[in-house]
């Protein structure tokens, strides 16, 4: 019996999976173009129709409106990109403080939820369930009420210590420029130098002997002690340019507006929650024997925590803390709701003065898939530091 | 034979110490140590001063008749009286005050119909149906101009209704959207799989508020001229839009969760593309992210608040309109605030909790 060759592939055929699928896919690429081509157009003579003129131009032209705060000095008569770098300076700003602050307060009471203490885990389970559950938006909204409404007016503020708190925000006393601050930074970045220096050879000297030393602690009062001696060897300046009352306003001294202060809290307060229930699932995901064994070693607590438990819960942790960061972001462009000049408020009113409402939001939407961008290669670039060491 | 031991029974173990109760769980959690004493000692004298104001304020000393003048008195607490005044405008919007029984009732209807979709019983293939028959009938009661009733335009919808409308609305549409996306980035089709791609992460990337702005802003341009589109379904499509690009991630974190040997198995068995996903994959990927799910329902329902930058009038929306135009009551917003705060809060909680029993019931082929 002879065997016979088997039938021959046929490439064209129906019955050909890679056929299907090229079919498939320019179906699907063709009906995407055609959609984008047909809104495209319609876009087009819509506003041919309408008479909207379109283009980036209008960019270099001046803006024509003030803005509340800045970082720099703003005028009306500057051109609108101007308008937007503030808007984006202003967004950034607030995302900054947000996510460390958010940070900071979230893993406290991430950390809180596994307290030997009843009161406190309850207390941090409240905050977590009632912050959580309810819209940013509106709890933006509540801080803006409670710092515009509620709070005493700017000519009898709250006084706390060297603070005033007033319905214009919050006045704090910032020191005034000498030289001996340059001393001091000097101090603080060789204090640095020396930490790192000391760090390495105690690390060589742990791989060496097998003796822990102070890794963290040492360094720290290293890098604190060089800061001070720089600060005294400048002439220690002390003075400070604080906040007074003036007759119809807080004078002197640094200021922080109620808006700004209604974004941060806001999107502080409803992520810390978020990034506590993060913070709290990756602490679970390391087993129990982990901590037992390394009890078991010999480590104490601290060493503990620091060289078994943290290393393995941040595997968890990096990833989902990465979206709250983002959505911290994001979500400050909340403060449209309230009157904080950030890059969608800038952006909104700039579509009312010019109607180009698709630049503007163009521009919006790249600001912050821009910085979407960077925040997750920042936080991969940490994640791949972070993650698994496999052969 | 030694002489004879006598027996004498070893002196009785001391009883263990009890360690359930009231008092030993106190000793336990409460004074364990010096330093959860410490935490006990101040934190307990803090809620100890607090309490009793917060109480005081919101109860005692609070003013629940609709009376402005009453709530200006020197001591008056919380003044509850604006909600006995305004509850229908913050409630139903701009919706004609003679005709607001109509969204009470749909809104009434669509939440039953959404508590029974909760429960087990319902999980059956006629539920789709029973939500289209509930939400034509929905849109007719709010709708009107049939059956006698008059004509409402959607923008004089608003409220709760309008919430609750937008939230189940662009959920149930997020859903199937998110599923076939999901699917798609994790397609050998390299062009399939680079649209999908590039559509999640693209709206990832931006804040729901630039979509809202470009589905009440660009959505008119992009339609062929004299061919309008009603705003509550521009917003509806922009947060579908924007809830299914997230969804679409948590469901992509299931099926990356379905070890290869099942789709391989399934493949050796004859099933086809299709039939793998729907039969094999799907079905334990889905269990596996229930709890992201309904972490994406419950944000997509926060999320609803933001239409009021677009001008839509839904709770949060409403709640301004019914304040800001009224100098009597304007002063008592924070008490506004605070009454949708716990709307919200009630309905996401309860989504919460909701959530852990339905993964508890997926899960349960798990549970020994």
């Not at chain 2, 419950?298 to 999320?303: C, G, L, Q, Y």
Request: proline fraction near 5%; include cysteine; charge should be positive.
């Amino acid at each position: 019996m002879t065997r016979q060759a088997p039938p021959r592939k046929k490439k064209i055929s129906w019955r050909s999976q890679a056929f299907r699928g090229l079919v498939y896919q320019i179906l699907a690429v063709t009906a995407i173009g055609l959609a984008i081509w047909f809104l495209a157009h319609n876009t087009a003579t819509n506003m041919r129709l309408r008479g909207i003129q379109s283009g980036f131009d209008f960019l270099t032209s001046a803006a024509g409106f003030d803005i509340g705060e800045s970082l720099y000095p703003f005028d009306s008569g500057e051109a609108y990109w101007r308008a937007f770098l503030i808007g984006v300076t202003n967004t950034l700003r607030v995302a900054v403080l947000g996510i460390i602050l958010t940070t900071v307060i979230g893993t406290l009471i991430g950390v809180g939820r596994f307290s030997r203490n009843a009161l406190v885990r309850g207390l941090c389970t409240t905050y977590i369930e009632v912050f959580r559950n309810i819209p940013i938006l509106l709890q933006l909204l509540m801080w803006y009420l409670l710092f515009t409404e509620l709070l005493p007016a700017s000519t009898e503020p709250m006084v706390l210590g060297p603070l005033f708190l007033s319905k214009g925000g919050l006045n704090f006393p910032i020191p005034i420029w000498a030289s001996g601050h340059l001393w001091a930074a000097g101090g603080l970045v060789a204090g640095m130098g020396l930490a790192w220096w000391q760090r390495r050879r105690a690390i060589q000297a742990f791989e060496r002997t097998g003796l822990p030393s102070s890794m963290f602690w040492k360094p720290l009062a290293i890098v604190v002690a060089a800061g001070l001696a720089g600060w005294l060897l400048g002439g220690a300046p002390l003075a400070l340019d604080s906040p007074k009352q003036g007759e119809f306003a807080i004078e002197n001294g640094g200021s922080l507006t109620p808006e700004f202060l209604s974004v941060l809290l806001g999107l502080t307060i409803y992520t810390a929650a978020f990034v506590a229930e993060v913070v709290r699932s990756g602490i679970q995901s390391v087993p129990r024997g982990q901590a037992e064994a390394a009890s078991a070693l010999g480590l104490n607590q601290a060493q503990e925590m620091r060289l078994v438990m943290l290393p393995q819960a941040l595997r968890v942790i990096i990833p989902p803390m990465t979206n709250q960061y983002l959505n911290l972001t994001k979500n400050s462009s909340l403060a449209v709701a309230i009157g904080y000049p950030d890059v969608v408020s800038i952006a909104n009113t700039a579509i009312n003065q010019t109607g180009r409402a698709v630049e503007c939001i163009s521009v919006i939407m790249l600001v912050y898939l821009s910085t979407s961008l960077a925040t997750s290669l920042l936080m991969n670039w940490y994640n791949a530091r972070a993650a698994i060491k496999e052969r | 034979m030694g002489p004879a031991q006598s027996f004498t029974p070893i002196a009785p173990r001391p009883a263990p110490i009890q360690t359930d109760g009231l008092l030993p769980w106190i000793r336990a959690n409460l004074f364990g140590n010096w330093q959860t004493t410490t935490g006990t000692l101040i934190l307990g004298g803090l809620l100890l001063w607090l309490l009793p104001q917060v109480i005081s304020w919101t109860l005692l000393r609070a003013v629940w008749v609709p009376n402005a003048e009453a709530c200006r008195v020197d001591g008056a607490g919380a003044c509850w009286g604006v909600i006995t005044e305004k509850y229908r405008l913050i409630i139903f919007g701009r919706y004609p005050f003679e005709e607001q029984w109509r969204p009470l009732i749909a809104t009434a209807l669509l939440l039953a119909l959404l508590v029974a979709s909760c429960a087990r019983p319902f999980w059956k293939s006629w539920l789709v149906l029973l939500w289209a028959g509930v939400l034509a009938i929905f849109f007719t009661i709010m709708f009107g101009g049939v059956l006698g009733l008059s004509r409402v335009e959607t923008d004089r919808w608003g409220g709760l209704p309008l919430t609750i409308l937008l939230a189940s609305l662009s959920i149930a549409m997020a859903f199937p959207i998110a599923l076939v996306v999901a699917l798609g980035r994790r397609s050998g089709l390299p062009a399939i799989r680079s649209v999908c791609t590039i559509y999640v992460e693209l709206i990832r990337g931006v804040p729901l508020i630039s979509v809202l702005f470009m589905a009440s802003f660009m959505f008119p341009l992009f339609m062929p001229q004299g061919f309008s589109i009603d705003v509550l379904i521009r917003v509806l499509v922009g947060i579908t839009v924007f809830a299914a690009a997230y969804m679409a991630e948590v469901i992509r974190g299931g099926l990356q969760a379905i070890p290869k040997g099942q789709v391989e198995a399934a493949a050796t068995l004859g099933l086809s593309y299709w039939q793998t996903q729907r039969k094999i994959v799907l079905p334990q990927a889905l269990a596996m992210v229930v709890p992201g799910i309904m972490n994406g329902f419950i944000s997509t329902f926060k999320d609803t608040s933001l239409v009021t930058i677009v001008s839509l009038y839904e709770l949060t929306g409403a709640m301004g309109l019914a304040l800001n135009s009224d100098a009597d009551w304007r002063p008592f917003k924070i008490e506004g605030y605070l009454f949708i705060a716990m709307i919200y809060f009630t309905f996401c909680f309860s989504m919460s909790r909701y959530s852990h029993w339905v993964e508890k019931q997926v899960n349960k082929s798990k549970q020994r």
